[in-house]
């Protein structure tokens, strides 16, 4: 049997007993560290430790891919403020993206693209942001030279579309 996509980093103890000495798979796990669990080949490595005989190859850094299925995005900030028209927004637009368990998805890359009213990121219709540790990423916003609603999206493969607004004055 397998025991999969486990995240025991700062989390109570828990495990798999495995009392009949069959394999079991742990990929992809996160032990807290690239290097995996502390452990007599590695005393250094600063993963949780574990307990009895375990065989851990390395931690599968990849990063998410289209397809994947639990992982959402959600906006945290940003979205319905009003500024002057031609100037940045106050606050970035900012996307979490998590896992079904609801942990921070850190190695997706979302796009931000403008989508009406004519304003800009950094002076592009659109910007592609890497989220962070903590599964944020954000990009702020100039908004168009004309008054009314400025609209935009973020998006990431196999993550759902979340739109904002902005409106100038």
Do not use: C, Y
Not at 38 to 62: K, Q
Not at 146 to 167: E, K, Q, Y
């Amino acid at each position: 049997f397998s025991a999969r996509d486990n995240d025991i980093f700062d989390n109570a103890p828990a495990g798999v007993l495995n009392e009949v000495g069959a394999s079991i798979s742990m990929l992809p796990t996160w032990w807290g560290d690239a290097r995996g669990p502390r452990r007599l080949a590695d005393p250094t490595a600063t993963g949780d430790s574990l307990a009895g005989n375990v065989s851990a190859p390395s931690w599968n850094a990849a990063p998410l891919t289209g397809g994947s299925t639990g992982v959402a995005a959600h906006s945290v900030r940003g979205d319905g403020q009003t500024g002057l028209r031609g100037v940045a927004l106050s606050k970035a637009f900012t996307v979490r993206v998590v896992d079904p368990a609801g942990h921070p998805v850190a190695g997706v890359q979302v796009t931000f693209k403008v989508t009406g009213g004519g304003g800009n990121f950094g002076g592009s219709g659109q910007v592609k942001i890497t989220t962070n540790a903590s599964g944020l990423a954000e990009a702020t916003l100039t908004l168009g030279a004309s008054p009314g609603t400025n609209t935009a999206t973020a998006t990431a493969p196999g993550v759902n579309t979340l739109t904002f607004t902005a409106t100038g004055t």
